[in-house]
């Protein structure tokens, strides 16, 4: 079935640590978006990628890198610059067309708890 | 950026009652969107809205997009324990992808027996 793939679901990390959350796509979407979400917030959004080899910083972008070397792959990284990275991680895809590039699919989230 | 006002911020209903929760913008949006999270999961899409006055509807959930294109409605009817979980408005202004989309911060749903 199609779908978007998170890993890991669960990622402890030491603080200084760099960790990657992975996230893969078999819609054949060709925007991929990574979103950040707290207790009692609304998705805020950090990087997102239109097309192969490009990318674009959302609201939140410090301390975090992306890359789109593939369709279906938009890793994230989670580096040791950003100051508070213990949240849930969602990543989605949208299909380019305008008109419903609002209807996002997303994944099923990962968890990282910095210790 | 734009704010979307979500409201109410929980419930707590019993099984079989009607819910209903709504998000406010200070600008105008040209699509609204909701949609549902589980504990632990990422959001699903329960209903799109793309023309200020549509009324559209998904089984026992019926959503509207305002007249004044400024905020949105989302009724449940007659609850079930599946329908826990936090619901979220999402709003997009004119001409932007996704990248333009700004969510409200949810409606927790909480069903008593």
């Known amino acids: 079935d199609g779908g978007i793939t998170q890993s890991p679901k669960y990622l402890f990390r030491k603080e200084g640590q760099n960790v990657t959350l992975s996230c893969e796509q078999n819609?054949?979407?060709?925007?991929m978006y990574w979103y950040r979400q707290d207790p009692g917030q609304g998705l805020r959004l950090i990087y997102y990628s239109q097309i192969v080899n490009d990318f674009q910083k959302g609201d939140i972008a410090e301390g975090y890198s992306v890359s789109r070397e593939k369709k279906e792959s938009f890793p994230l990284t989670v580096t040791s610059a950003q100051k508070n990275p213990t949240a849930f991680y969602l990543c989605a895809s949208s299909i380019k067309r305008r008109a419903s590039a609002g209807e996002l699919f997303f994944g099923e989230g990962s968890r990282l708890t910095v210790l | 950026g734009q704010q979307l006002n979500q409201s109410p911020q929980s419930m707590f209903i019993q099984e079989g009652e009607d819910v209903s929760m709504n998000c406010t913008s200070s600008s105008i949006f040209n699509t609204w969107l909701w949609y549902k999270q589980d504990p632990g999961e990422g959001p699903v899409l329960l209903i799109a809205?793309?023309?200020?006055?549509e009324l559209t509807s998904n089984g026992r959930l019926t959503a509207q997009f305002g007249i004044t294109r400024k905020d949105s409605f989302l009724n449940i009817s007659a609850s079930i324990p599946s329908d826990v979980g936090i619901y979220f408005c999402a709003g997009q202004p004119s001409g932007g992808g996704a990248d333009g989309l700004t969510f409200g911060k949810g409606t927790h749903l909480i069903i008593q027996p």
């Open positions: 809205l793309y023309k200020a006055g």
């Open positions: 819609l054949n979407h060709d925007a």
